[in-house]
């Protein structure tokens, strides 16, 4: 089986998990790589014998590249998704892939348009703990949902605002709303909108919230509250902080049901899920806690794992256009109730 080249655009602390990812997958290699600053790009391209490009109009024509990878800021991911589209190749985006839902909506046409595959970078979702939890709730487990609570407490170094978590880049383009188009909610919670949709299989269908600025000199927000309403009426439940002091390995979903609750610690931080349960299940005895035994997976790899499978098959690939616009419809409704002061419907048109 001939592998599939993959094309890097933007070479920060993202792509370095990509390239990584594509080191243990043997069906992949890196084709070539693009950054403005081009000691970044030639930093993963050289050690893996691949191309460093000096423009994206040639990397996107490389007839090595197969799949285009995009990993800039958030204002430029619709735009060079596009480009990269319009050159026939499949394409593999960091989230929010666009910063409004009419973009979202354009991308997907552009790749049904083209027969091309269009995927987002979801980790979370894929990592050992959030699937065996998944499992679980699928198969009755824990009974309905009740209640969600999704905790994001981060205590993020004042340079993130200017280089990321890595500090590979330094660009502040995270600090300004009409680059990033938002802040703790649209970098972080976002992810974990994803993984609640995965694992619940339920839709946000209202919000109401607030956001504030009280600790970073930015134009995004670095505090959120709010309260969403699930369909089927269960209720969940945001708080989140970029600069709460102290925190390590705070973030966490917690999911109550009818008949049990699943807790999930950050998966990134080695966290793992255990679940209660109000009656045994599947060797699990009830009336006490259960660590809930799962295996080792890196999220970069398992979503790359995926898409190349989509991109093989002729398929849709598993983390798509729809499931990037869920998450995202959640997020703008929860800067639309923020300014409305007021609860709002979450919108989230469907590509004709």
């Not at 590249?65 to 593999?92: E, F, G, K, M, S």
């Not at 409004?100 to 979801?122: C, I, K, P, Y």
């Amino acid at each position: 089986m001939s592998r599939l080249g993959v094309g890097v655009v933007g070479c920060g602390g993202a792509a370095v998990d990509l390239c990584r990812a594509i080191d243990v997958l043997p069906d992949a290699c890196l084709a070539g790589a693009f950054d403005p600053v081009e000691h970044l790009a030639a930093d993963l391209a050289l050690p893996r014998r691949a191309a460093v490009h000096r423009s994206l109009t040639s990397l996107v024509a490389d007839p090595a590249v197969d799949i285009v990878y995009v990993a800039v800021p958030h204002h430029l991911l619709a735009p060079i998704t596009h480009q990269a589209l319009r050159a026939h190749r499949h394409v593999l985006v960091e989230k929010p892939m666009a910063l409004d839902m009419e973009g979202l909506r354009d991308l997907e046409r552009a790749a049904l348009g083209r027969d091309r595959r269009l995927g987002v970078v979801f980790p979370l979702r894929m990592t050992g703990p959030v699937r065996a939890a998944r499992r679980l709730i699928v198969s009755g487990a824990i009974g309905e949902i009740r209640a969600v609570r999704i905790l994001a407490v981060i205590d993020k170094p004042d340079s993130y605002w200017e280089s990321g978590a890595s500090g590979r880049v330094a660009d502040g383009w995270r600090s300004r709303r009409a680059q990033a188009g938002g802040g703790v909610v649209m970098m972080n919670v976002l992810h974990q909108f994803d993984a609640v949709r995965c694992l619940t299989g339920l839709e946000v269908v209202s919000v109401s919230a607030e956001i504030a600025t009280l600790t970073a000199p930015v134009e995004v927000e670095d505090t959120a509250g709010a309260v969403l309403r699930l369909s089927g009426g269960a209720l969940a439940t945001l708080a989140a902080s970029a600069h709460s002091p102290g925190a390590r390995a705070e973030e966490r979903i917690e999911i109550d049901g009818s008949h049990g609750r699943i807790d999930l610690a950050d998966p990134y931080q080695g966290g793992q899920a255990r679940v209660y349960l109000r009656q045994a299940w599947d060797g699990m005895p009830a009336g006490r806690w259960n660590s809930v035994s799962s295996p080792v997976l890196n999220g970069y790899v398992e979503v790359l794992r995926g898409f190349l499978e989509s991109v093989r098959a002729g398929e849709a690939p598993p983390i798509g256009p729809r499931d990037a616009a869920a998450a995202l419809a959640t997020v703008l409704a929860i800067y639309r109730s923020a300014e409305a002061g007021r609860s709002v419907d979450v919108v989230q048109a469907a590509v004709p």
